[in-house]
């Protein structure tokens, strides 16, 4: 299984952009790269998701190197309410759902 | 859209006894639903996928025999904890996969289990 490696907590000013770093050195070719975030008690909440393309939805960017082997998640304008562990993840080829496996994320602290 | 529920939010319960948790996806259907559990300061771990109308994956050291699940139909998977101990205390989590070309699951709003 893909392992991914990201720093353990981070902070943030209120209303900066939020860049949260992601290594995952040993991806395959045909793996994608998942960011979900969960905020405490709460059940992970799906952010984006990336092959090898940037991408970006009403949430975040993601940013992945060209040879795929880092990637950033970036909120643009970081809330309070983006306070939050953030999980970078490479999902796991199964032959019945494809299944993603949690390392311990990062937190991230938005402070004002 | 890809809303899934859990019930209950919480339970208590006493030593010995079993408990039904439900996931269910709301607004589409789900071939495939998995249960993961996270117990305090710790990470989610995935304890099984679940697929409609087969029996369940279960990731290695999670028992079979007590954790029960069943996925009879595409949108709702149950998970029995069966004789559960103060051990078994801890948040379940279900996320359910709404397929398509890049498979993205959409999880739950957990349930907290306290066992007595």
């Known amino acids: 299984d893909a392992k991914t490696t990201q720093p353990t907590s981070m902070d943030c000013a209120e209303g900066r952009a939020a860049n949260l770093p992601c290594n995952h050195s040993?991806?395959?070719?045909?793996?994608?790269v998942y960011w979900y975030r969960q905020i405490h008690s709460q059940g992970p909440q799906y952010i984006i998701h990336?092959?090898?393309n940037n991408e970006t939805n009403e949430m975040a960017s993601l940013i992945i190197t060209e040879d795929r082997k880092s990637s950033t998640l970036i909120l643009p304008h970081a809330t309070l309410r983006d306070t939050a562990v953030y999980y970078c993840?490479?999902?796991?080829?199964?032959?019945?759902?494809?299944?993603?496996?949690f390392g311990a994320g990062t937190i991230l602290r938005v402070k004002s | 859209g890809a809303v899934v529920s859990q019930h209950p939010s919480w339970v208590i319960c006493k030593s010995g006894t079993s408990v039904k948790i439900e996931c269910r996806s709301l607004?589409?259907?789900?071939?495939?639903m998995f249960w993961y559990r996270q117990f305090p300061k710790q990470s989610l771990m995935l304890m099984a996928t679940?697929?409609?109308?087969?029996?369940?994956?279960?990731e290695q050291g999670v028992e079979k025999d007590k954790f029960l699940i069943n996925h009879a139909s595409l949108t709702l998977s149950t998970l029995t904890v069966t004789s559960a101990h103060p051990e078994d205390s801890s948040f379940y989590i279900c996320?359910?996969?709404?397929?398509?070309?890049?498979?993205?699951?959409?999880f739950g709003p957990g349930t907290r289990l306290t066992v007595l």
């Open positions: 996320s359910a996969l709404l397929a398509g070309p890049t498979d993205t699951q959409y």
């Open positions: 040993t991806i395959s070719g045909n793996e994608y």
């Open positions: 990336g092959l090898k």
């Open positions: 993840i490479v999902r796991v080829v199964q032959e019945y759902g494809n299944k993603l496996v």
């Open positions: 607004d589409f259907q789900a071939t495939t």
């Open positions: 679940s697929n409609e109308g087969s029996k369940a994956t279960y």
